[in-house]
């Protein structure tokens, strides 16, 4: 178990560009959970998937945001057309669905996206 | 929707001496997950602790123990034995237990905690 990892760790970016992150989950883990955190702020929920389906996307996802989970293994988040306020760290989580829905969910270290 | 709130955005304590952080929930839900997670600065988060609402008993984990007041809907987090590795933002989060519902958290604020020497 190395833990849920993402990639990369920091991110500058002009506005305007395209960016792109991943997250390789815990294997075995079968739900994925990215989140946005403002400094300052608890994270929030931005998509999650069950194996390779994307089960649900917040409203904070606008249309320049896509999600993908190819093959139920890593994930990547995809930022189009960045504004200033995309700045924010990018949290990923990955948990095993349990019965009676009792599960854990195991943070990786984040992304921190910075948009000039 | 459920809201988590953390009204104390700093707290101090002493090495060695005991804190209670505070949270408070809504939800109309009658069966769900409460957490506390650790946020380290600059190191990814992780759980300290957690609770199932349809449990009388508060959850233990060696120096962490909460207080459920699931009527009040309160969740407090006391940390015994304060050490200076406790110093951290800590986020109160909620998690719907419904059947078919978004298994998200929901969390709060959060509130950094620095413990003194």
């Known amino acids: 178990d190395t833990g849920v990892s993402q990639d990369p760790r920091h991110k500058i970016t002009k506005r305007g560009q395209n960016v792109t992150f991943r997250c390789d989950p815990i294997?075995?883990?079968?739900?994925l959970y990215w989140y946005r955190q403002t400094l300052g702020q608890g994270p929030e929920f931005l998509t999650y998937?069950?194996?390779?389906?994307?089960?649900?996307k917040s409203r904070l996802l606008s249309d320049r945001f896509s999600a993908e989970r190819p093959k139920g293994s890593f994930s990547t988040l995809e930022i189009q057309r960045t504004e200033q306020g995309d700045s924010a760290m990018y949290l990923c989580?990955?948990?095993?669905?349990?019965?009676?829905?009792?599960?854990?969910?195991?943070f990786g270290p984040g992304t921190r996206l910075l948009v000039l | 929707a459920q809201t988590v709130t953390q009204s104390q955005p700093e707290m101090s304590v002493q090495e060695a001496e005991t804190v209670t952080l505070s949270c408070t929930y809504d939800?109309?839900?009658?069966?769900?997950?409460l957490f506390w997670y650790k946020q380290p600065p600059s190191r990814q988060m992780i759980l300290v602790i957690r609770?199932?609402?349809?449990?009388?008993q508060n959850a233990t984990e060696n120096r962490f123990s909460v207080n459920f007041q699931k009527a009040a809907k309160s969740f407090s987090l006391k940390i015994s034995d304060s050490q200076l590795g406790d110093a951290a933002m800590y986020f109160c989060?909620?998690?719907?237990?419904?059947?078919?519902?978004?298994?998200?958290?929901?969390f709060g604020k959060g509130i950094t905690l620095s413990v003194r020497p």
């Open positions: 989580a990955s948990s095993l669905e349990r019965q009676r829905g009792w599960e854990t969910q195991y």
């Open positions: 294997s075995e883990h079968n739900r």
């Open positions: 998937f069950q194996n390779e389906a994307q089960l649900e």
């Open positions: 939800t109309s839900e009658s069966d769900y997950y």
């Open positions: 609770q199932e609402a349809y449990k009388q």
């Open positions: 989060a909620y998690r719907s237990a419904t059947a078919g519902a978004n298994s998200k958290l929901t």
